[in-house]
């Protein structure tokens, strides 16, 4: 009895899936290693929206039909670093008996913040739509009559570093879920480090209803024309 209790309490659980680091992997392709799948386990649509360079998308649900070729150096990824659709992908491949397959390190959200080569691939009837950008003698002139709202799409250690007077931070990563949070009543001004990134989001809410423009150059053309910085206090 004391042994098959024994048993029962030291019986071995399933290890995580390893991890690789955003930086190894974007090596990887920049070597064009031939065996390397990298899998977005998101939902279609969220796979359109932003994914990584030469990913493809197989859904979690779907994994164990997509027949993956066994001698692939497969990467799985979601959007964040803590993901269950991810992990859970993984470890069906490995049950499976892929001998080669790990999670990317930290996410989409980590890749993001690496700025390494994002890729979209919007539904046709929003592929036509160009998104309006404000200079910054004129983003200045809103703020400061209150006629608009800035909002830093970066990572929230970027934007504690240093941001816009008085911009909210709502990451790109979080901004599905903090639209129904933003007034109407304002022009939404986006700004991020990188271009790619704050034209989505200016996508994701024009296509909310909201009136959203980018801050042309972003935060490096607003330092540029001799813009001003706040510091997140800690």
Known sequence: MILSLFLLFAAPTSAAP????????RLLQLNHT???LIIDVRDPNEFAQSHIQGAKNVPAPGIQL????????IIVYCGEASCPLSSGAAQKLISDGYSHVSLLD???????QKGYPI??????????????????KEARRLLDTNQALAIDTRPALEYAAGHIPQARNVPLETLDTNIALLPKDKEILIYDRL?????L??????????????????????????????????
């Not at 997509?66 to 150096?73: C, E, I, M, N, V």
């Not at 919007?122 to 200079?135: D, L, Q, T, V």
């Open 18 to 25: 390893p991890t690789t680091p955003p930086d190894k992997v």
């Open 34 to 36: 031939p065996d390397l």
């Open 66 to 73: 997509a027949q993956l070729p066994h001698d692939a150096r």
């Open 106 to 112: 930290g996410g989409l959200a980590a890749w993001y």
């Open 119 to 136: 890729q979209t691939s919007a539904p046709k009837n929003e592929a036509k739509h160009k998104s309006s950008s404000i200079p910054t």
């Open 195 to 199: 271009e790619s990134r704050s034209k």
């Open 201 to 234: 989001a200016v996508q994701k809410l024009t296509t909310a209803g909201l009136k959203a423009s980018e801050l042309s150059g972003g935060i490096a053309g607003w330092l540029s024309k001799g813009g001003s910085l706040e510091v997140k206090k800690q």
